[in-house]
């Protein structure tokens, strides 16, 4: 796993190999099982995680019906940012969808690295930044969109979600029911096979 761990770190293209070693030496790995919640609402968000095999999904529980508002696959940062930096209650919950490696940090954890590797800050701000400009746009068109348009969009975004994802959870993500999934679906993929 630290192979896929350093193949990650590589992704940043802004830190050296002596860099990604150190990073890759004081980084804990852990393996979750499908079903385990990393973060519940109520909770206080004290760990960050970054996927390195598998998939975490963000939900939320309105009027007892699940909601899903995001899902984490490799090489995708997932933590609880407002829970995390404010010391606040989760509105939240985290919860693995498959067996999944993830990275586990802690505040005090990042703080060692970055003293070591004192432009480590600069080079996680400019992650942070690119990641909420993606969710801002994400949300932009997820707002300005049709189901169907949301979904031929996350087929391209991220075209094996759909078959590692239950098919209920995509249809919370999407907004629809599982029956309007099923016949957007089928829309979607018969106007594929007359092209």
């Not at 999944?100 to 996680?124: F, G, K, M």
């Not at 969710?135 to 969109?145: E, H, K, R, V």
Request: aromatic share 8%; net charge negative.
């Amino acid at each position: 796993m630290k192979d896929a761990l350093i193949q990650f770190l590589q992704g940043f293209e802004l830190l050296t190999a002596e860099e990604i070693d150190i990073i890759a030496d004081h980084t804990q790995l852990k393996t979750f099982k499908k079903g385990a919640i990393l973060l519940e609402e109520g909770e206080v968000s004290k760990k960050c995680y970054s996927v390195i095999q598998g998939c975490v999904r963000e939900y939320y529980i309105i009027d007892g019906i699940e909601k899903t508002t995001a899902f984490y696959t490799e090489g995708q940062p997932v933590n609880s940012f407002t829970s995390f930096i404010n010391e606040t209650a989760s509105k939240h919950y985290l919860e693995c969808v498959e067996d999944s490696t993830l990275t586990v940090s802690d505040q005090q954890l990042e703080q060692e690295i970055c003293q070591r590797i004192p432009r480590l800050e600069q080079v996680i701000r400019q992650e942070v930044e690119r990641n909420t400009g993606l969710l801002q746009d994400q949300l932009a068109a997820y707002i300005t969109s049709t189901p169907e348009q949301r979904f031929t969009k996350l087929l391209e975004e991220q075209p094996g979600l759909v078959g590692r994802v239950p098919q209920h959870q995509i249809a919370s993500y999407l907004g629809v029911t599982p029956e309007s999934l099923s016949r957007i679906k089928k829309r979607v993929f018969s106007k594929e096979r007359t092209f």
